[in-house]
T-cell receptor, first 113, second 114 residues
Framework: EPEVTQTPSHQVTQMGQEVILRCVPI?????FYWYRQILGQKVEFLVS????????KSEIFDDQFSVERPDGSNFTLKIRSTKLEDSAMYFC???????????FGPGTRLLVL | SQKIEQNSEALNIQEGKTATLTCNYT??????LQWYRQDPGRGPVFLLL?????KEKRKERLKVTFDTTLKQSLFHITASQPADSATYLC?????????????FGTGTRLTIIP
């Protein structure tokens, strides 16, 4: 069964460094998302992406964040200058179309020191 | 903004019994509602989706109901097993300019006691 995959599974970085989180959505899906979950808290929406552009972003998704679909299969989240409060699990999700299920990847655990 | 409440943070159920989890929401009604399972350190795994025009959906030992009048969904696991122990998340779609994003509840941590 097709799955959303994410790399790396864990990332440790120093505050102020740039990180890129990678996702490979399910191949026939058209809508892509990033969510995050701070330890012990709920899953929160960050950004949605469709037709090669951002559809919507939350207030968390400030100028330090960017997303890209560089080659038609990968979907990346870049944090330009990480802060301590960026430490969280980051989940990629994708879906085929309108009102269809979002399928989530296993997540990347980001720790900013 | 949409607010979602899941009835309890933790629920302990004896093996073999039915576990019932509740999801209540405020404000406008979503077009659909989803239930996910999340194990520690893992991503949400899709279980069931129910649309606003459906009252009930079943999949094996799982059943979900959706009452748009009460603004509530119930999630049932029958003949519960220790392997069902996990956190269960309720998620609603939020329509915005034709886009959809999910708003999650905080989850209910279910423990099935052998």
């Amino acid at each position: 069964e097709p799955e959303v995959t994410q790399t790396p599974s864990h990332q440790v970085t120093q505050m102020g460094q740039e990180v890129i989180l990678r996702c490979v959505p399910i191949s026939n899906h058209l809508y892509f998302y990033w969510y995050r979950q701070i330890l012990g808290q709920k899953v929160e929406f960050l950004v949605s992406f469709y037709n090669n552009e951002i559809s919507e972003k939350s207030e968390i998704f400030d100028d330090q964040f960017s997303v890209e679909r560089p080659d038609g299969s990968n979907f990346t989240l870049k944090i330009r200058s990480t802060k301590l409060e960026d430490s969280a699990m980051y989940f990629c999700a994708s879906r085929t179309g309108f009102q269809e299920t979002q399928y989530f990847g296993p997540g990347t655990r980001l720790l900013v020191l | 903004s949409q607010k979602i409440e899941q009835n309890s943070e933790a629920l302990n159920i004896q093996e073999g019994k039915t576990a019932t989890l509740t999801c209540n929401y405020t404000n406008y009604s979503p077009a659909y509602l989803q239930w996910y399972r999340q194990d520690p350190g893992r991503g949400p795994v899709f279980l069931l989706l129910i649309r606003e025009n459906e009252k009930e959906k079943r999949k094996e030992r799982l059943k979900v109901t959706f009452d748009t009048t009460l603004k509530q969904s119930l999630f049932h696991i029958t003949a519960s097993q220790p392997a069902d122990s996990a956190t269960y998340l309720c998620a609603l779609d939020i329509h915005s300019f034709g886009n959809e994003k999910l708003t999650f509840g905080t989850g209910t941590r279910l423990t099935i006691i052998p």
